[in-house]
Protein backbone atom coordinates (compact mmCIF):
# COMPACT_ATOMS: atom_id res chain seq x y z
CA UNK A 1 0.00 0.00 0.00
CA UNK A 2 1.47 3.32 -0.78
CA UNK A 3 1.15 5.99 1.58
CA UNK A 4 -2.66 7.83 2.16
CA UNK A 5 -4.51 10.39 3.87
CA UNK A 6 -8.50 9.45 3.85
CA UNK A 7 -11.16 12.16 4.59
CA UNK A 8 -14.82 11.31 3.90
CA UNK A 9 -16.83 14.51 4.18
CA UNK A 10 -20.12 13.39 2.59
CA UNK A 11 -23.55 11.54 4.92
CA UNK A 12 -25.12 9.22 3.54
CA UNK A 13 -28.70 8.58 3.56
CA UNK A 14 -29.40 5.61 1.85
CA UNK A 15 -33.18 3.29 1.44
CA UNK A 16 -36.85 3.68 0.30
CA UNK A 17 -37.72 7.15 1.76
CA UNK A 18 -34.55 8.65 2.52
CA UNK A 19 -35.50 12.16 1.62
CA UNK A 20 -38.76 12.19 3.46
CA UNK A 21 -37.00 10.72 6.86
CA UNK A 22 -33.86 12.20 6.54
CA UNK A 23 -33.85 15.59 4.28
CA UNK A 24 -35.72 17.84 6.99
CA UNK A 25 -33.62 16.92 9.89
CA UNK A 26 -30.55 18.52 7.33
CA UNK A 27 -32.60 21.16 5.96
CA UNK A 28 -33.10 22.43 9.90
CA UNK A 29 -29.45 23.21 10.08
CA UNK A 30 -29.19 25.43 7.07
CA UNK A 31 -30.12 28.93 5.95
CA UNK A 32 -33.35 29.64 4.11
CA UNK A 33 -32.55 30.10 0.77
CA UNK A 34 -32.21 27.25 -1.65
CA UNK A 35 -30.82 26.90 -4.66
CA UNK A 36 -32.64 23.95 -6.27
CA UNK A 37 -30.78 22.65 -9.22
CA UNK A 38 -32.13 19.59 -11.96
CA UNK A 39 -31.55 18.88 -15.52
CA UNK A 40 -34.15 18.38 -18.16
CA UNK A 41 -37.45 18.37 -15.75
CA UNK A 42 -37.63 14.46 -15.71
CA UNK A 43 -37.99 14.62 -11.62
CA UNK A 44 -41.29 16.49 -12.96
CA UNK A 45 -42.99 13.87 -14.33
CA UNK A 46 -41.66 11.21 -11.79
CA UNK A 47 -42.87 12.76 -8.89
CA UNK A 48 -39.47 13.85 -7.05
CA UNK A 49 -39.84 17.35 -7.58
CA UNK A 50 -42.82 17.95 -5.77
CA UNK A 51 -41.39 15.34 -3.44
CA UNK A 52 -38.42 17.71 -2.33
CA UNK A 53 -40.57 20.65 -3.06
CA UNK A 54 -42.88 20.13 -0.34
CA UNK A 55 -40.67 18.81 2.02
CA UNK A 56 -38.16 22.15 1.31
CA UNK A 57 -41.11 24.60 1.79
CA UNK A 58 -42.31 22.49 4.82
CA UNK A 59 -38.83 23.16 6.43
CA UNK A 60 -39.65 27.15 5.42
CA UNK A 61 -37.15 27.68 2.96
CA UNK A 62 -37.43 30.30 -0.20
CA UNK A 63 -36.36 27.96 -3.29
CA UNK A 64 -34.99 29.48 -6.46
CA UNK A 65 -34.67 26.56 -9.22
CA UNK A 66 -31.81 26.39 -11.77
CA UNK A 67 -32.66 23.95 -14.24
CA UNK A 68 -31.70 22.70 -17.78
CA UNK A 69 -28.59 21.00 -16.91
CA UNK A 70 -27.85 18.93 -19.38
CA UNK A 71 -25.60 15.95 -20.20
CA UNK A 72 -22.00 17.05 -20.18
CA UNK A 73 -22.89 20.22 -18.46
CA UNK A 74 -21.29 23.07 -19.98
CA UNK A 75 -18.94 26.16 -18.78
CA UNK A 76 -21.51 28.44 -19.56
CA UNK A 77 -24.35 26.46 -17.66
CA UNK A 78 -21.91 26.89 -14.66
CA UNK A 79 -21.90 30.53 -14.81
CA UNK A 80 -25.27 30.75 -14.89
CA UNK A 81 -26.19 28.97 -12.10
CA UNK A 82 -23.52 30.66 -9.69
CA UNK A 83 -25.08 34.07 -10.66
CA UNK A 84 -28.31 32.54 -9.86
CA UNK A 85 -26.95 31.63 -6.44
CA UNK A 86 -25.32 34.88 -6.01
CA UNK A 87 -28.37 36.37 -6.72
CA UNK A 88 -30.90 34.66 -4.16
CA UNK A 89 -27.93 34.59 -1.83
CA UNK A 90 -28.13 30.59 -1.73
CA UNK A 91 -26.99 28.63 1.71
CA UNK A 92 -27.66 25.74 0.12
CA UNK A 93 -27.37 24.15 -3.23
CA UNK A 94 -29.52 21.20 -3.91
CA UNK A 95 -28.59 19.31 -6.81
CA UNK A 96 -31.21 16.27 -8.23
CA UNK A 97 -30.48 14.41 -11.05
CA UNK A 98 -27.44 12.41 -11.91
CA UNK A 99 -23.62 12.81 -12.36
CA UNK A 100 -24.01 15.56 -15.03
CA UNK A 101 -26.45 18.11 -12.66
CA UNK A 102 -24.16 17.39 -9.62
CA UNK A 103 -20.99 18.10 -11.06
CA UNK A 104 -22.15 21.36 -12.51
CA UNK A 105 -23.65 22.45 -8.92
CA UNK A 106 -20.02 21.36 -7.69
CA UNK A 107 -18.58 23.89 -9.44
CA UNK A 108 -21.63 26.20 -9.07
CA UNK A 109 -21.02 26.04 -5.70
CA UNK A 110 -17.23 27.10 -5.61
CA UNK A 111 -17.98 30.09 -8.59
CA UNK A 112 -20.73 31.83 -6.91
CA UNK A 113 -18.62 32.98 -4.39
CA UNK A 114 -15.30 34.18 -5.91
CA UNK A 115 -14.57 36.45 -8.69
CA UNK A 116 -12.01 34.94 -10.10
CA UNK A 117 -12.89 32.66 -13.11
CA UNK A 118 -12.38 29.17 -12.01
CA UNK A 119 -11.73 27.53 -14.88
CA UNK A 120 -8.40 29.72 -15.68
CA UNK A 121 -7.40 29.27 -11.88
CA UNK A 122 -7.95 25.62 -12.05
CA UNK A 123 -7.22 24.21 -15.52
CA UNK A 124 -4.75 27.04 -16.70
CA UNK A 125 -3.29 28.03 -13.78
CA UNK A 126 -3.01 24.67 -11.72
CA UNK A 127 -4.36 26.29 -8.50
CA UNK A 128 -7.15 25.48 -6.10
CA UNK A 129 -10.30 27.86 -5.53
CA UNK A 130 -9.19 29.91 -2.05
CA UNK A 131 -13.05 30.59 -0.72
CA UNK A 132 -15.14 27.78 1.16
CA UNK A 133 -17.98 26.98 -1.33
CA UNK A 134 -21.34 27.19 -0.69
CA UNK A 135 -22.72 24.02 0.89
CA UNK A 136 -23.88 21.49 -1.46
CA UNK A 137 -26.70 18.51 -1.16
CA UNK A 138 -27.55 15.53 -3.72
CA UNK A 139 -30.40 13.92 -4.05
CA UNK A 140 -29.07 10.82 -6.71
CA UNK A 141 -32.34 10.45 -9.09
CA UNK A 142 -29.68 8.37 -11.80
CA UNK A 143 -26.61 6.44 -10.40
CA UNK A 144 -23.64 5.24 -12.22
CA UNK A 145 -20.95 7.99 -11.57
CA UNK A 146 -20.88 8.21 -8.36
CA UNK A 147 -20.39 12.00 -8.32
CA UNK A 148 -22.50 12.60 -5.13
CA UNK A 149 -19.21 10.68 -3.37
CA UNK A 150 -16.47 12.90 -3.87
CA UNK A 151 -15.50 16.80 -5.18
CA UNK A 152 -14.60 16.44 -8.51
CA UNK A 153 -16.39 17.56 -11.36
CA UNK A 154 -16.36 17.43 -15.24
CA UNK A 155 -17.17 20.32 -17.06
CA UNK A 156 -16.66 20.91 -20.69
CA UNK A 157 -15.27 24.32 -22.20
CA UNK A 158 -17.14 23.68 -25.67
CA UNK A 159 -15.53 27.06 -26.43
CA UNK A 160 -11.53 25.19 -25.63
CA UNK A 161 -13.03 21.68 -27.27
CA UNK A 162 -11.80 20.47 -23.35
CA UNK A 163 -14.04 18.13 -21.33
CA UNK A 164 -11.97 18.01 -18.14
CA UNK A 165 -11.79 17.88 -14.61
CA UNK A 166 -12.13 20.18 -11.85
CA UNK A 167 -12.58 20.12 -8.17
CA UNK A 168 -14.55 22.29 -6.00
CA UNK A 169 -17.49 21.25 -3.81
CA UNK A 170 -18.43 17.54 -2.40
CA UNK A 171 -21.36 17.36 -1.05
CA UNK A 172 -22.12 17.76 2.52
CA UNK A 173 -25.20 15.30 2.09
CA UNK A 174 -26.54 12.30 -0.55
CA UNK A 175 -29.75 10.93 -0.32
CA UNK A 176 -29.45 8.08 -2.40
CA UNK A 177 -33.15 6.46 -2.70
CA UNK A 178 -33.20 3.43 -5.07
CA UNK A 179 -36.82 3.75 -5.84
CA UNK A 180 -35.80 7.41 -7.14
CA UNK A 181 -33.87 6.01 -10.43
CA UNK A 182 -37.19 3.47 -11.67
CA UNK A 183 -38.49 5.67 -14.30
CA UNK A 184 -35.02 6.19 -15.75
CA UNK A 185 -35.06 4.25 -19.14
CA UNK A 186 -33.25 0.93 -19.91
CA UNK A 187 -30.05 2.34 -21.80
CA UNK A 188 -29.54 4.95 -19.25
CA UNK A 189 -29.55 3.03 -16.27
CA UNK A 190 -27.21 0.38 -17.82
CA UNK A 191 -24.56 3.08 -19.35
CA UNK A 192 -24.62 4.51 -15.90
CA UNK A 193 -23.68 1.16 -14.47
CA UNK A 194 -20.95 0.47 -16.92
CA UNK A 195 -19.74 3.76 -15.80
CA UNK A 196 -19.25 1.95 -12.13
CA UNK A 197 -17.15 -0.79 -13.80
CA UNK A 198 -15.30 1.26 -15.69
CA UNK A 199 -14.37 3.49 -12.55
CA UNK A 200 -13.44 0.16 -10.63
CA UNK A 201 -11.21 -0.82 -13.22
CA UNK A 202 -10.00 1.79 -13.95
CA UNK A 203 -8.59 2.72 -10.69
CA UNK A 204 -7.78 -1.28 -10.52
CA UNK A 205 -5.14 -1.17 -13.37
CA UNK A 206 -3.46 1.48 -11.95
CA UNK A 207 0.46 1.42 -12.31
CA UNK A 208 1.18 -1.16 -8.84
CA UNK A 209 1.20 -4.77 -9.40
CA UNK A 210 1.45 -5.53 -5.46
CA UNK A 211 -1.33 -7.42 -3.88
CA UNK A 212 -3.39 -4.27 -1.63
CA UNK A 213 -6.60 -4.42 0.15
CA UNK A 214 -8.23 -1.59 -2.30
CA UNK A 215 -7.76 -3.59 -5.48
CA UNK A 216 -9.44 -6.47 -3.68
CA UNK A 217 -12.03 -4.28 -2.92
CA UNK A 218 -12.22 -2.99 -5.95
CA UNK A 219 -12.51 -6.07 -7.78
CA UNK A 220 -15.55 -7.33 -5.58
CA UNK A 221 -17.64 -4.00 -6.61
CA UNK A 222 -16.72 -4.79 -10.34
CA UNK A 223 -17.73 -8.53 -9.88
CA UNK A 224 -21.11 -7.43 -7.43
CA UNK A 225 -21.44 -4.22 -10.75
CA UNK A 226 -22.18 -7.41 -13.48
CA UNK A 227 -23.84 -9.69 -11.58
CA UNK A 228 -26.57 -6.61 -10.82
CA UNK A 229 -26.02 -5.52 -14.47
CA UNK A 230 -27.02 -8.95 -15.61
CA UNK A 231 -30.16 -9.36 -13.25
CA UNK A 232 -31.44 -6.09 -15.12
CA UNK A 233 -30.99 -7.83 -18.27
CA UNK A 234 -34.15 -10.02 -17.19
CA UNK A 235 -36.35 -7.32 -15.09
CA UNK A 236 -35.14 -3.67 -15.75
CA UNK A 237 -37.09 -2.19 -12.43
CA UNK A 238 -35.38 -5.66 -10.03
CA UNK A 239 -35.07 -3.21 -6.71
CA UNK A 240 -32.41 -4.94 -5.23
CA UNK A 241 -30.37 -4.91 -8.15
CA UNK A 242 -30.82 -1.18 -8.72
CA UNK A 243 -30.25 -0.72 -4.50
CA UNK A 244 -26.45 -2.50 -4.87
CA UNK A 245 -26.03 -0.98 -8.62
CA UNK A 246 -26.43 2.38 -6.88
CA UNK A 247 -24.16 1.63 -3.87
CA UNK A 248 -21.69 0.26 -5.86
CA UNK A 249 -21.70 3.27 -8.14
CA UNK A 250 -21.13 5.09 -4.58
CA UNK A 251 -17.92 2.64 -3.60
CA UNK A 252 -16.19 3.24 -6.75
CA UNK A 253 -16.11 7.00 -6.45
CA UNK A 254 -16.17 7.61 -2.40
CA UNK A 255 -12.15 7.38 -2.59
CA UNK A 256 -12.18 3.20 -0.81
CA UNK A 257 -10.93 1.84 -4.12
CA UNK A 258 -7.84 4.59 -4.14
CA UNK A 259 -7.03 4.62 -0.85
CA UNK A 260 -2.51 3.44 -1.15
CA UNK A 261 -3.45 2.83 -4.65
CA UNK A 262 -1.97 4.46 -7.57
CA UNK A 263 -4.96 5.14 -10.43
CA UNK A 264 -4.92 5.03 -14.07
CA UNK A 265 -8.12 6.66 -15.68
CA UNK A 266 -6.99 6.78 -19.16
CA UNK A 267 -10.13 5.85 -20.73
CA UNK A 268 -11.83 8.29 -19.09
CA UNK A 269 -9.63 10.72 -20.24
CA UNK A 270 -10.24 9.76 -23.90
CA UNK A 271 -13.92 9.63 -23.76
CA UNK A 272 -13.74 13.13 -22.13
CA UNK A 273 -12.35 14.53 -25.20
CA UNK A 274 -14.49 12.46 -27.07
CA UNK A 275 -17.30 13.79 -25.64
CA UNK A 276 -16.04 17.03 -25.91
CA UNK A 277 -16.19 16.92 -29.93
CA UNK A 278 -18.87 14.68 -29.91
CA UNK A 279 -21.42 15.29 -27.12
CA UNK A 280 -21.83 11.39 -26.75
CA UNK A 281 -23.66 9.81 -23.75
CA UNK A 282 -20.16 9.04 -21.28
CA UNK A 283 -21.03 5.76 -20.05
CA UNK A 284 -21.94 4.73 -24.24
CA UNK A 285 -18.50 5.90 -25.01
CA UNK A 286 -16.29 4.49 -22.37
CA UNK A 287 -18.68 0.72 -23.31
CA UNK A 288 -17.03 1.55 -27.16
CA UNK A 289 -13.46 2.68 -25.85
CA UNK A 290 -12.55 0.15 -23.33
CA UNK A 291 -12.11 -3.16 -25.11
CA UNK A 292 -9.83 -1.42 -27.66
CA UNK A 293 -7.71 0.28 -24.82
CA UNK A 294 -7.38 -2.99 -22.98
CA UNK A 295 -6.26 -4.53 -25.89
CA UNK A 296 -3.59 -1.90 -26.26
CA UNK A 297 -2.04 -2.23 -22.39
CA UNK A 298 -2.78 -6.46 -21.93
CA UNK A 299 0.53 -7.34 -22.38
CA UNK A 300 1.93 -4.53 -19.95
CA UNK A 301 -0.62 -6.07 -16.82
CA UNK A 302 -0.89 -9.57 -17.56
CA UNK A 303 -1.29 -10.67 -14.23
CA UNK A 304 -3.93 -8.25 -13.20
CA UNK A 305 -5.82 -8.54 -16.41
CA UNK A 306 -5.92 -12.46 -15.57
CA UNK A 307 -7.45 -12.00 -12.18
CA UNK A 308 -9.91 -9.95 -13.22
CA UNK A 309 -10.69 -11.70 -15.82
CA UNK A 310 -10.95 -14.76 -13.22
CA UNK A 311 -12.77 -12.69 -10.34
CA UNK A 312 -15.41 -10.71 -12.34
CA UNK A 313 -16.41 -13.58 -15.56
CA UNK A 314 -14.81 -16.63 -14.46
CA UNK A 315 -12.45 -17.16 -17.70
CA UNK A 316 -9.02 -17.84 -17.99
CA UNK A 317 -6.57 -15.75 -18.86
CA UNK A 318 -5.31 -12.41 -19.93
CA UNK A 319 -6.95 -12.30 -22.96
CA UNK A 320 -9.64 -14.02 -21.97
CA UNK A 321 -10.68 -11.16 -19.45
CA UNK A 322 -10.62 -8.43 -22.36
CA UNK A 323 -12.40 -10.83 -24.92
CA UNK A 324 -15.03 -11.31 -21.59
CA UNK A 325 -15.45 -7.69 -21.18
CA UNK A 326 -16.17 -7.30 -25.12
CA UNK A 327 -18.91 -9.78 -25.00
CA UNK A 328 -20.52 -8.48 -21.76
CA UNK A 329 -21.01 -5.13 -23.44
CA UNK A 330 -22.82 -6.69 -26.41
CA UNK A 331 -24.78 -9.01 -24.09
CA UNK A 332 -26.59 -5.69 -22.62
CA UNK A 333 -27.01 -4.03 -25.67
CA UNK A 334 -24.02 -0.92 -25.52
CA UNK A 335 -22.77 0.46 -28.62
CA UNK A 336 -19.49 -1.29 -29.42
CA UNK A 337 -18.75 1.17 -32.48
CA UNK A 338 -18.26 4.92 -32.35
CA UNK A 339 -20.90 4.95 -35.03
CA UNK A 340 -23.58 3.52 -32.44
CA UNK A 341 -23.41 6.59 -30.15
CA UNK A 342 -25.63 9.18 -31.90
CA UNK A 343 -23.55 11.79 -31.88
CA UNK A 344 -24.24 15.17 -32.49
CA UNK A 345 -21.22 15.43 -35.03
CA UNK A 346 -20.07 12.96 -37.85
CA UNK A 347 -17.11 10.98 -36.83
CA UNK A 348 -14.45 11.32 -38.97
CA UNK A 349 -10.68 10.15 -39.10
CA UNK A 350 -10.12 14.05 -38.87
CA UNK A 351 -12.24 14.92 -35.71
CA UNK A 352 -10.31 11.60 -34.05
CA UNK A 353 -7.02 13.17 -34.86
CA UNK A 354 -8.21 16.57 -33.19
CA UNK A 355 -9.48 14.34 -30.29
CA UNK A 356 -6.83 12.07 -29.46
CA UNK A 357 -4.42 15.05 -30.19
CA UNK A 358 -6.30 17.31 -27.06
CA UNK A 359 -6.41 13.98 -24.90
CA UNK A 360 -4.73 14.43 -21.51
CA UNK A 361 -2.23 11.14 -21.36
CA UNK A 362 -1.39 10.04 -17.65
CA UNK A 363 1.62 8.02 -16.25
CA UNK A 364 -0.44 5.86 -13.94
CA UNK A 365 -1.53 3.42 -15.88
CA UNK A 366 0.40 -0.34 -16.70
CA UNK A 367 2.10 2.05 -19.45
CA UNK A 368 1.92 5.56 -20.64
CA UNK A 369 0.01 5.93 -24.24
CA UNK A 370 0.64 8.23 -26.80
CA UNK A 371 -1.28 10.85 -28.75
CA UNK A 372 -0.47 8.36 -31.84
CA UNK A 373 -1.54 5.23 -29.88
CA UNK A 374 -4.79 7.15 -28.82
CA UNK A 375 -5.83 7.93 -32.15
CA UNK A 376 -5.08 4.37 -33.01
CA UNK A 377 -7.46 3.23 -30.48
CA UNK A 378 -9.95 5.67 -31.51
CA UNK A 379 -9.49 4.47 -35.23
CA UNK A 380 -10.09 0.62 -34.13
CA UNK A 381 -13.54 1.39 -32.57
CA UNK A 382 -14.92 3.17 -35.83
Known amino acids: ME??????????????????AHLP??????????????GGGSIKKNGVYEELLEILKAAGKTVTEFAGIMSNPTWVKVQEGAQLARDCKADLVLAVGGGSVIDCCKIVCAQAVTDEELWDLEMVQH???????????AVVTASGTGAE???????TNEEAKIKGGMFAAAPRFAILDPEYTMRLPRMQVLSGAFDTLSHAMETYF????????????ALA???????????????INDYTARSNLMWTSAMAENGILKVGRVTDFECHQIEHQLGAYTDCNH??????????????IVKDAPEKFTKLGKVVFDVDGSDGAVDALAA????????????????????????????????????????????????EILKECL
Open 3 to 20: NFVYEYPTKVCFGKGAAK
Open 25 to 38: GILSACGPNVLLAY
Open 127 to 137: KAPSVPPIPLG
Open 149 to 155: MNGGAVI
Open 206 to 217: GRSDRDNVSDEV
Open 221 to 235: VMHSTVVNMRTLLKD
Open 283 to 296: GQGLAVLHPAYYRH
Open 328 to 375: FIQECGLPTRLSQLRSKVEVTPELLRQVADSTNLLPNGPRQLTHDEVY
